[in-house]
């Protein structure tokens, strides 16, 4: 029987960061689940809701059928949205505290499973554009088919390089949100209410947002477009540790 | 080394005062019961030595540091209540080997042991337990940790008497093998007041008192007699609680000391003496009412 | 074992008796090294603290010996002290009780001896004790 009791572990932070994320990833499989499944509707509206119309006389007719995957990445983006605002309600940070954390750490480990989500959702959107493909020959027929329907290989990749930027980007964003509206629920008005007035707004009178907006997203080269969108994220999560930083849990 | 130290602790939540300038300090390896009536403050100044909540002011100090996001406090403290949340997707036993991986002294045998004791279901999700298994789940986690600070806010929720009486016995049965410094709130003081050492009895956010349990029992005792005997005896006497026993009987506490003092000088004088159970003691130490809730129906 | 936690007597006074009484009865031998508290607090459900405190009520009367780092021992005057400590205080204190008893209800001394008589001739048959 000892006379002074257990002693003391001391942490390490990073440590302490990465048991997070990992009891992170496998207890949110669920939110991964219901990705797929939202992409599988996307993939079901983009098969049926296509723009067609068609042209011809009497003795030639010709039918043009228009297929996008963007709906599979609008989708996403809104998935990964939803779920980057989800993680910083009460709930999911009461898990968070029920075991060892500081709040810094769990910003840090949501960012990790963010920054998963991300490269999953992007390679799943690009992919399921691919699957799209192979559904429409197979269901529609294979008559005549487009240049850019075979999707070269740099194409693909690029693709789902783009989508990981701009899913780290809005992620970063709902993150934000989420944390604003922790500290006041005030900004559960606030912010939809500025989305919809403000964008439209703010882009007609000042062009300097325009500009800015363009600066990060109008961008030919991938590596300055990784470069933009990756400190721009990265400045997004900063400002959010800040400012959650003296919230109060459990 | 005091684990635990506050001073002139004050916390308010916009203009409510839930804590009014208390200090106190818990030494090592002791087990304190937090004790004191609803609203009383109990759970928020547990939230704060853990590090959940804010001091508005004051100072607080646990491992001589300030444990608001403090991640040594965090790793070396576990707060058991019917608050905890796991991930919805992971079985009781994921939720174990998760546990496992952020406190170093866990003992999975324990657990386990535990674990099959109350007969719960390794492939069980936790939000489907009922609440008395949510809190013998809960209970398992916070003892298997063996954090040198183990907090237990009202643990004892839905669990029904057999399974209390087990989890004090483990409580105490692990806490001599390992010992550590705990705290734990309840209201059922008379089941757990054998395994305490120490009493903290807050109400209105205020602390009343920090002592030993014996010293406790032994502070106050109850009179019974006449009530022309009681009144004159004890005139100028602090009372902490009266009521009327029939007709011509009065029933009073009052502390030991004083007691003993009047009877030498006044003799028994058929006057009867009695213990007075901890937990009725706590309740007239902090009642506002000094007839308890005899006061309403004795109205002459 | 069972505490009585309601009744007058503090647990740590009833460890205390306790511990008198198995020495008595001759269940601890001079020199022999009596319970620790942990060892009490295991057998009798209570916070060893506690229990070291009714330890300590034996050691401040000289009942018990500290041994530094290895814990309590009986001393060797240990029986008659508690023999006498307790028929002086605690057997004092019940006779007047029962004196008390018998005046209120007017029985006579003689009953009250035959009364005794019949308690101690059922109790050696029952029960008896050792070491006496």
């Given at each position: 029987m000892s006379l002074t009791g257990i002693s003391l572990t001391e942490p390490s932070f990073f440590d302490t960061v990465k048991k997070?994320?990992?009891?992170?990833?496998?207890?949110?499989?669920?939110?991964?689940?219901?990705?797929?499944?939202?992409?599988?509707?996307?993939?079901?509206?983009?098969?049926?809701?296509?723009?067609?119309?068609?042209?011809?006389?009497?003795?030639?007719?010709?039918?043009?059928?228009?297929?996008?995957?963007?709906?599979?990445?609008?989708?996403?983006?809104?998935?990964?949205?939803?779920?980057?605002?989800?993680?910083?309600t009460k709930d999911y940070q009461n898990i968070d505290f029920t075991f060892v954390a500081n709040r810094l750490s769990s910003h840090l480990s949501n960012v990790g499973f963010l920054i998963t989500a991300a490269v999953i959702g992007g390679v799943?959107?690009?992919?399921?554009?691919?699957?799209?493909?192979?559904?429409?020959?197979?269901?529609?027929?294979?008559?005549?088919?487009?240049?850019?329907?075979?999707?070269?290989?740099e194409v693909v990749l690029t693709g789902i390089a783009v989508t990981i930027l701009y899913l780290l980007l809005v992620s970063a964003l709902?993150?934000?949100?989420?944390?604003?509206?922790?500290?006041?629920?005030?900004?559960?008005?606030?912010?939809?209410?500025?989305?919809?007035?403000?964008?439209?707004?703010?882009?007609?009178?000042?062009?300097?947002?325009?500009?800015?907006?363009?600066?990060?997203?109008?961008?030919?080269?991938?590596a300055l477009l990784a470069v933009k969108v990756l400190i721009t994220t990265a400045l997004i999560y900063a400002c959010s540790c800040v400012l959650a930083n003296r919230l109060e849990v459990r | 080394?005091?684990?635990?130290?506050?001073?002139?602790?004050?916390?308010?939540?916009?203009?409510?005062?839930?804590?009014?300038?208390?200090?106190?300090t818990i030494g090592q390896n002791r087990i304190t019961g937090l004790i004191g009536p609803n609203g009383a403050g109990k759970t928020t100044l547990l939230k704060i030595i853990a590090g959940f909540l804010r001091a508005s002011s004051g100072e607080v100090r646990v491992f001589s540091e300030d444990p608001f996001n403090n991640l040594k406090v965090a790793a070396n403290m576990i707060f058991?209540?019917?608050?905890?949340?796991?991930?919805?997707?992971?079985?009781?036993?994921?939720?174990?080997?998760?546990?496992?991986?952020?406190?170093?002294n866990w003992d999975m045998e324990l657990a386990r042991g535990l674990f099959d004791y109350f007969s719960l279901d390794p492939e069980q999700y936790h939000h489907k337990l009922s609440k008395g298994m949510k809190s013998t789940f809960n209970m398992i986690i916070g003892l298997a940790a063996r954090c040198p600070l183990t907090i237990f806010d009202e643990p004892t929720t839905g669990m029904d008497a057999g399974v209390r009486k087990d989890f004090y016995r483990a409580l105490l049965r692990d806490y001599l093998q390992n010992p550590r410094t705990i705290i734990i709130s309840s209201h059922l003081l008379n089941e757990i007041e054998d395994i305490l050492e120490d009493i903290f009895l807050l109400s209105e956010g205020e602390k009343r008192l920090q002592t030993?349990?014996?010293?406790?029992?032994?502070?106050?005792?109850?009179?019974?007699?006449?009530?022309?005997?009681?009144?004159?005896?004890?005139?100028?006497?602090?009372?902490?609680?009266?009521?009327?026993?029939?007709?011509?009987?009065?029933?009073?506490?009052?502390?030991?000391?004083?007691?003993?003092?009047?009877?030498?000088?006044?003799?028994?004088?058929?006057?009867?003496?009695?213990?007075?159970?901890?937990?009725?003691?706590?309740?007239?130490?902090?009642?506002?009412?000094?007839?308890?809730?005899?006061?309403?129906?004795?109205?002459? | 074992m069972e505490l009585n936690a309601v009744e007058g007597k503090p647990i740590y006074v009833q460890i205390a008796e306790w511990l008198e009484e198995e020495i008595l009865r001759g269940h601890i031998k001079e020199h022999e090294k009596i319970y620790s508290q942990y060892q009490l607090a295991e057998m009798f459900n209570i916070n060893p603290a506690t229990a070291a405190k009714g330890i300590n009520i034996l050691a401040d009367q000289g009942i018990l010996y500290k041994k530094r780092g290895l814990g309590m021992f009986l001393s060797p005057e240990a029986k008659e002290k508690i023999r006498d400590k307790r028929k002086n205080h605690t057997l004092k204190k019940l006779v007047e009780e029962v004196v008390f008893e018998a005046r209120l209800l007017g029985v006579s001394e003689a009953e009250l001896i035959s009364m005794i008589r019949d308690a101690g001739k059922e109790f050696d048959e029952h029960e008896g004790i050792e070491g006496g």
């Open positions: 997070q994320f990992l009891y992170k990833l496998k207890g949110r499989l669920g939110l991964f689940l219901a990705m797929i499944g939202v992409q599988i509707m996307a993939l079901l509206f983009s098969l049926s809701g296509a723009s067609s119309h068609g042209m011809g006389d009497n003795l030639l007719y010709f039918s043009f059928n228009e297929f996008s995957s963007d709906q599979v990445i609008w989708f996403t983006f809104l998935w990964i949205f939803v779920v980057a605002v989800l993680i910083t799943t959107a690009m992919l399921s554009g691919i699957l799209l493909r192979i559904v429409i020959y197979f269901t529609r027929g294979h008559y005549l088919l487009s240049e850019n329907f075979i999707a070269a290989p709902g993150y934000f949100c989420g944390v604003l509206v922790q500290l006041s629920k005030v900004f559960i008005v606030i912010l939809p209410a500025l989305y919809i007035g403000t964008v439209d707004f703010l882009a007609r009178e000042l062009p300097v947002i325009v500009k800015v907006y363009n600066f990060i997203i109008g961008e030919n080269s991938l | 080394m005091d684990v635990i130290s506050c001073q002139g602790l004050t916390k308010t939540f916009g203009r409510v005062r839930a804590l009014n300038n208390i200090t106190f058991i209540d019917d608050q905890m949340r796991f991930p919805q997707s992971l079985t009781l036993s994921e939720i174990l080997a998760s546990a496992a991986a952020f406190y170093e030993p349990v014996s010293d406790l029992k032994e502070f106050a005792v109850a009179l019974r007699g006449r009530r022309e005997v009681i009144d004159k005896l004890t005139a100028d006497q602090e009372i902490y609680y009266q009521k009327s026993v029939g007709k011509d009987y009065s029933y009073v506490v009052i502390r030991r000391d004083a007691a003993e003092e009047l009877l030498k000088k006044a003799g028994r004088d058929g006057l009867e003496v009695f213990p007075v159970k901890a937990d009725d003691l706590c309740v007239y130490l902090t009642s506002r009412k000094r007839g308890g809730i005899d006061s309403v129906f004795d109205r002459n | -």
